[in-house]
């Protein structure tokens, strides 16, 4: 079985920052202490209203990380012109929504093929590997497949939320992944107690994984934290 990928979100890291204004705590200085503990990458969202990482963020991770980040975003004219400037090693793209409190589902890459299209084409044309953050379904994996995507992300938080047969959703669409020649990432929800499964999924190669992790080293500082999930998922994988 390969080996699986961890990749930490530090969105929350400039949530806390964001909150009174200031440079404490630094989302970079967060990601540098994740990757010596262990994660492979960083995701960060940059969102329309910035409402945790800004573009003075991405800046500087471009310039410090020697590992990957990958880049969440909607595709939007100016996160795609933003995107292709910076050139992160991946980008993906999800839903936004100004109300919504965190990204609530998969991209309808299905009903979106058309206006897709042209975002998925620019980014892969600039170097960027492209993901789509689709709900595990077959209509969309394959629907990302053909507008071009390296990868699909398999939302997992119906699975977290304790939905009746969402491993077997998502292991069913993991292996759709495989058929198509495209990587098998997910992520949402995921956490110490319900991760093991998932990563033990053979075709999953990357696990993004941000608000858990984060909260929990309040309690266990970053460092360790990070260490017990990779514990976690090389242990399911076997």
């Known amino acids: 079985m390969s080996p699986i990928r961890l990749g930490l979100n530090v969105d929350h890291v400039a949530t806390l920052r964001n909150a009174r ?13 994740a990757l010596a503990a262990g994660a492979d990458s960083i995701t960060i969202h940059l969102r329309e209203d910035r409402r945790h990482i800004r573009d003075t963020d991405l800046a500087r991770m471009r310039e410090r990380l020697a590992a990957p980040l990958n880049l969440e975003m909607a595709a939007t004219e100016e996160m795609v012109a933003i995107a292709c400037a910076s050139r992160p090693h991946a980008c993906c793209l999800v839903p936004e929504h100004r109300t919504e409190l965190t990204t609530e589902g998969g991209l309808d890459a299905l009903g979106q093929e058309v206006s897709l299209r042209g975002p998925v084409a620019r980014l892969t044309e600039a170097g960027i590997a492209v993901s789509l953050f689709v709900d595990p379904d077959p209509p969309q994996v394959l629907a990302a497949a053909r507008l071009g995507a390296a990868a699909v992300e398999l939302h997992t938080g119906q699975y977290a939320g304790g939905g009746e047969g969402e491993l077997d959703r998502l292991a069913k669409a993991a292996r759709l992944t495989a058929e198509l020649r495209i990587a098998c990432h997910a992520g949402h929800g995921l956490t110490f107690a319900n991760v093991g499964p998932v990563a033990a999924i053979p075709e999953v190669v990357e696990l993004n994984i941000g608000h858990f992790l984060i909260g929990q080293a309040i309690f266990d500082g970053l460092g360790p934290v990070i260490a017990k999930m990779r514990r976690l998922m090389e242990q399911a994988r076997g």
């Open 21 to 33: 204004g200031g440079v404490h705590p630094d989302p970079l200085a967060a990601a540098e202490l």
